[in-house]
């Protein structure tokens, strides 16, 4: 079955909107992400996010440090530069497995917020370094957050809970963004398995968008094969890849399960060998819960043959209680 799902069919006629969500909950729960196509976000504007992306990282590294992330995990914001923030520190946590494996991630990356976010201000490089670039994304955050949204409505009508309950969950649009850029490196950097492009994790909120260039690399484990990782093909720049994460899995009480995933070598390149990896560039949009909304699951998902998984936690306290890892 095609995983390729066509979102402008939940505008549809309700039959459509049903089976489309339908389809969008079998996809993520067998496959673990599923590809949209027609989500509503243009072309160009994914080509223009991708053309600010790349100016960003071409800057000189001087540049692109007036916008540096603290060395802290908090505030998630601002620039990272390739080493400062390691992944494997947290792979495998919702699977409750050891952590800390030291693997260095070969990235940099950009962390963004609501322009108008109450509790952290983003912080951004000076406007005639790359005129039009904050301004563009913080248009661009807000037209995800309208994606967002939908995808909340069907997966809410596809797991028969109320959807403006799980829209109230999410009213605040307290969510966060990522530019990243994998810089080219030979093969054989990541041939002893020390460092990779980003390790295998799962992201802490709802839903993540991701859109990717055509580098590839991107792998998700199979939900029904822990441990077997498959390639995400891109299906093209414009193509949402959407998975679950953390928080939407306490919410269902693991009726949904988060998508573990990690970046490594592309398809092309073979293991080991001495050709060069290319450059890849890809953004995420992650989807989270208001700051001060409880993560206890819901209602539905609790039940005498399901019992409670999870302790009571927000989701301020949840993804700090995540982040703070990855930048010690
Ligand atoms: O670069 C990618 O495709 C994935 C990035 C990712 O998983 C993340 O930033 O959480
Ligand atoms: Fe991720």
Redesign the pocket.
């Known amino acids: 079955m095609s995983s390729v799902i066509d979102l402008s069919l939940l505008k549809g006629t309700p039959e459509e909107k049903a089976a489309t969500s339908a389809a969008l909950l079998h996809t993520l729960k067998t496959r673990g992400v599923a590809q949209l196509k027609n989500h509503g976000l243009p072309e160009d504007l994914i080509s223009e996010m991708f053309d600010y992306t790349r100016r960003f990282f071409s800057l000189s590294l001087e540049d692109k440090m007036t916008a540096k992330h603290p060395p802290q995990a908090n505030p998630n914001r601002g620039y990272s530069f390739v080493g400062q923030e390691s992944v494997s520190a947290i792979s495998g946590y919702e699977k409750g497995l050891p952590q800390g494996q030291a693997v260095r991630d070969i990235k940099e ?1 950009l962390d963004i917020g609501a322009a108008n976010d109450d509790l952290v201000d983003n912080i951004w490089v000076a406007d005639e370094k790359l005129p039009g670039f904050r301004k563009f994304m913080e248009d661009f955050y807000t037209s995800c957050f309208k994606v967002e949204l939908e995808i909340l409505d069907a997966l809410a009508q596809a797991l028969g809970v109320s959807s403006s309950d799980l829209r109230a969950l999410h009213s605040k649009a307290e969510n966060e963004f ?1 530019l ?1 850029h ?1 810089p080219a490196i030979p093969a054989s950097e990541l041939a002893d398995g020390t460092a990779t ?2 390790a295998e ?1 799962t ?1 802490f909120g709802t839903i ?1 968008m ?1 859109f ?1 260039d055509s580098t590839g690399g ?1 792998q998700v484990e199979d939900q029904q094969n822990p441990g077997v990782f498959r390639g995400v093909e891109s299906g093209g720049k414009s193509e949402i890849i959407l998975n679950i994460g953390d928080s939407l899995q306490r919410l269902t009480n693991d009726t949904f399960r988060a998508a573990c ?1 990690r ?1 490594t070598y592309p398809p092309t390149v073979k293991v080991g060998s001495d050709e060069l990896i290319p450059e ?1 560039y ?1 953004i ?1 949009y992650f989807a989270k819960p208001n700051r001060i909304a409880s993560l206890f699951p819901l209602k539905k998902f609790i039940t005498p043959s399901t019992p409670c998984k999870y302790e009571d936690i927000t989701a301020w306290d949840y993804n700090n209680l995540r982040i703070a890892k990855l930048f010690s």
């Open positions: 990356t990522r990243l994998y492009r980003i994790h992201d993540t991701l990717q991107l995933h970046v890849r890809s995420a």
